[in-house]
């Protein structure tokens, strides 16, 4: 429908500048600012001089004129291309097997472990929280240290990862989340969460620190 509507004004603007080029009007009427609708808006086009005709190329120069008004530019374009992707898309395509290095690995079994049963968004939500521990100075700096470090996360056993079904379509969600995460796609915690549990727990430290949210079964803080 929009390009039918800029279709008919772009025709109705060349006819009005012809017309104008074509015959003298009277001196009072020269200043007058002719209308031309597009789209659902108004452009106004700038009053006509007296044209010459004859001039070689007059038509042509008035056709471009009429082109740069009706026609959208650079910045309406780019207001017209389409929504960064969401979080369902983003999973879709970077769902795999296969991780690019042990960082992120290790965080892919975090998600996996920890929030495998949850939805995507609580899932990533967990990875969110060791990338906050990581980059907090507070703990480790790195993803694996965060997560093996001494009773933080209860999947750890002696410090070692169990093993994940890669088979499975969690483990191909939990690596999508994992890049996801570390490339900040998507962002769904502030940066100071650094803590969460369990709805069905109740754990002391909690009383302690400022609940954020709560995504599925799972309680953030900071």
């Known amino acids: 429908m929009n390009r039918i509507t800029r279709?008919?004004?772009f025709a109705a603007a060349v006819v009005a500048l012809v017309a104008a080029a074509s015959y003298s009007e009277p001196a009072s009427a020269v200043d007058r600012t002719p209308m031309v609708a597009?789209?659902?808006a108004s452009v106004a086009l700038p009053a006509p001089a007296k044209a010459d005709m004859s001039e070689p190329n007059a038509f042509a120069k008035m056709w471009s004129a009429v082109s740069a008004l009706v026609t959208p530019g650079p910045a309406a374009a780019q207001?017209?291309?389409p929504a960064r992707r969401n979080l369902d898309e983003l999973?879709?395509?970077?769902?795999?097997t296969s991780v690019a290095d042990r960082e992120q690995e290790c965080l892919a079994k975090a998600v996996y472990f920890e929030a495998r049963g949850e939805s995507i968004e609580g899932q990533l939500a967990v990875a969110e929280v060791v990338m906050n521990r990581a980059a907090s100075g507070r703990y480790p700096t790195t993803l694996c240290a965060v997560i093996t470090q001494k009773a933080q996360f209860s999947f750890i056993r002696n410090g070692r990862f169990p093993e994940a079904n890669r088979a499975s379509?969690?483990?191909?969600?939990?690596?999508?989340i994992s890049q996801i995460a570390?490339?900040?796609?998507v962002a769904s915690l502030p940066s100071d969460v650094l803590w969460y549990h369990a709805t069905y727990v109740s754990p002391k430290?909690?009383?302690?620190?400022?609940?954020?949210s709560q995504i599925g079964l799972h309680?953030?803080?900071s």
């Open 79 to 81: 207001s017209a291309a």
């Open 205 to 212: 430290w909690g009383k302690r620190l400022t609940r954020q």
């Open 38 to 40: 597009a789209d659902a």
């Open 169 to 176: 379509d969690a483990w191909r969600r939990a690596v999508a």
């Open 91 to 96: 999973v879709a395509a970077y769902e795999g």
């Open 219 to 221: 309680i953030f803080y």
């Open 7 to 9: 279709a008919a004004g």
């Open 182 to 185: 570390r490339a900040k796609l």
